[in-house]
């Protein structure tokens, strides 16, 4: 597998962080928010849209003509937007977290797909051209950020 460094360092998180998720207070969920005012229930919706859209942007670049034009989801606001439409807020805690687990394993699953033979087609993001592998190699960097921003905000006191 030649993403297997990005599956080994995401999938331990997802799991120990199910965990630490289940075991948060309604209050912290809703109440705290970070520098982009979120709360934890919206960085955790944020990360699954994150997780799901990249999702579909490895699939589109292993057999779409390079370079592939897909809508980047988090420029422009837009990310906020889909959070805002989806309503994190009142969406089931539970749910959220297994939909936010899931989608997370489901993309490392596909990660651990991928045809090295695409990993240099491009993705036009609109803000400049992404190759398939820096795309994946990315991904634990994002994902670590939104972890990080969330211990913050269970730290704060």
Same mark, same amino acid.
């Given at each position: $597998?030649?993403?297997? !460094?990005?599956?080994? #360092? ?11 998720? $289940? ?26 849209? #994150? ?14 003509? #390079? ?35 899931? &989608? ?23 803000? &400049? $051209?992404?190759?398939?592998?820096? $795309?994946?190699? !990315? ?19």
């Amino acid at each position: $597998m030649y993403f297997k !460094d990005v599956v080994q #360092s995401i999938k331990p998180g997802v799991l120990e962080w199910e965990v630490r998720l $289940m075991s948060l207070n309604h209050d912290l969920l809703v109440d705290r928010r970070n520098s982009q005012n979120r709360t934890i229930k919206e960085i955790v919706g944020h990360m699954y849209d #994150s997780a799901s859209n990249n999702t579909h942007r490895i699939i589109h670049l292993q057999y779409q003509p #390079s370079p592939f034009q897909f809508p980047c989801y988090a420029s422009n606001g837009n990310n906020d937007r889909w959070i805002a439409i989806q309503n994190y807020l009142d969406e089931d805690w539970n749910n959220l977290v297994q939909t936010w687990k899931y &989608g997370h394993l489901h993309f490392l699953h596909v990660v651990a797909q991928i045809d090295i033979a695409k990993l240099n087609n491009q993705w036009d993001s609109g803000n &400049g $051209m992404v190759s398939l592998k820096e $795309m994946v190699e !990315d991904f634990p960097r994002h994902f670590y950020l939104h972890l990080k921003e969330i211990q913050e905000l269970i730290d704060r006191c």
